[in-house]
């Protein structure tokens, strides 16, 4: 029987290749070693972010999995890795590289690791084709996409083509909080933007795809958000006042916002057990699965002691833990309880 699945979590690779444009000033990632198992993810020569070797050796991140307690990780990059900001023809070799590097951690721990692909949406055509390229090429079994390109919202007609072709492809979508709305409004020490805005940012997302009506034309997308949905159980009890309150919001809608929003996945990146429990009771348990936000410095060290403080019975962790993401990922279910 497959045991846990957390079903976030980033890697970043051991090196990236130069960069062979010809646009001055782009945005390109290199990483400078310290010797010592880290490295300082420099990001168009300036420094960004200090990671851990796990990031990107397969041996540290299965020794991590084990003090974590969790049997697979679906990995998928570090989220400014997603590169919408690059030149298309420039992101097409980053994230061709990036989802080659998830590849080869996969076949080195294939029963432990589950890759997500990441793809160059700021050109929703060429993005389709990459997405269909890492599918066949690289054997990536979803994709990870930021809460918004560039600044533009995914419930953007502009859009449509790829939630087509995920559908189409049955594929899952991981969504992450990425350059989040409101940013501007935060003083204080480095990292507000993660700690504060990202919740704000991805429950932003949520209300829009439903609120656009994305999410009602696409049932059958297997869809999946960061850090427990953020501020989402607000902006969906308003919602859903508002659509039973004011004729012409219903009028706009097919169905209720909590009727579109019981269909989508809530990862347990909330490191709050009170929140664990009000997203299972408003979205139903079998919508939350085990998440950790690992490797970076603020991730949840234990995803199911979290579960566990948050009252959750055996096998309603069991369902979060193993069965909902299986479910989510499109793995086979036969046999499990």
């Known amino acids: 029987m497959i045991g846990s699945i957390d079903v976030h979590t980033h890697i970043v690779p051991g090196s990236f290749p130069a960069y062979s444009g ?32 796990a990031a990107w050796d397969v041996g540290c991140r299965l020794a991590a999995m084990e003090e974590m307690q969790t049997h697979i990780q679906v990995i998928s990059p570090m989220p ?9 023809a420039a992101a097409v070799d980053l994230l061709r590289h990036v989802n080659a590097e998830i590849a080869v951690m996969v076949s080195a721990a294939p029963d432990r690791m589950i890759g997500l692909a990441a793809i160059p949406l700021q050109d929703v055509g060429k993005a389709v084709t990459e997405l269909r390229y890492a599918v066949e090429n690289f054997g990536l079994k979803g994709v990870e996409i930021g809460s918004n390109i560039n600044g533009v919202p995914l419930a953007d007609p502009r859009f449509e083509p790829f939630f087509e072709a995920a559908e189409a492809l049955d594929i899952p979508i991981f969504v992450h909080a990425i350059r989040a709305v409101g940013k501007d409004r ?27 009506g994305t999410l ?24 859903q006042h508002f659509w039973s309150a004011l004729p012409k919001f219903a009028e706009t ?14 990862d347990s990146a909330v490191f709050e057990p009170g929140l ?43 369902m979060v833990e193993r069965i909902n993401p299986r479910r989510y990922l ?6 499990e309880a």
């Open 22 to 53: 010809t646009i001055a000033d782009v945005p390109w990632p290199q990483m400078v070693h310290d010797g010592c198992g880290h490295a300082m993810i420099n990001i168009a020569g300036k420094p960004f972010r200090t990671v851990q070797q």
């Open 80 to 88: 400014e890795l997603l590169s919408y900001w690059l030149p298309t």
């Open 186 to 212: 935060l003083i204080g020490l480095p990292m507000l933007e993660q700690i504060i805005a990202f919740p704000g940012e991805i429950g932003l997302t949520i209300g829009g795809l439903i609120a656009s």
């Open 216 to 239: 009602a034309r696409r049932p059958r997308l297997r869809i999946a958000f960061s850090h427990g949905g953020g501020s989402v159980l607000a902006i969906c009890a308003r919602m």
């Open 253 to 266: 809608l097919v169905e209720s916002p909590i009727e579109t929003a019981r269909r989508l996945y809530f």
């Open 276 to 318: 664990i429990h009000l997203i299972a009771e408003t979205f139903g348990i079998e919508r939350l699965m085990l998440g950790s936000d690992f490797p970076f410095g603020g991730y949840e060290r234990h995803p199911t002691g979290l579960l566990e403080r948050a009252g959750l019975s055996a096998s309603d962790i069991g």
């Open 330 to 335: 499109g793995i086979d279910l036969e046999g």
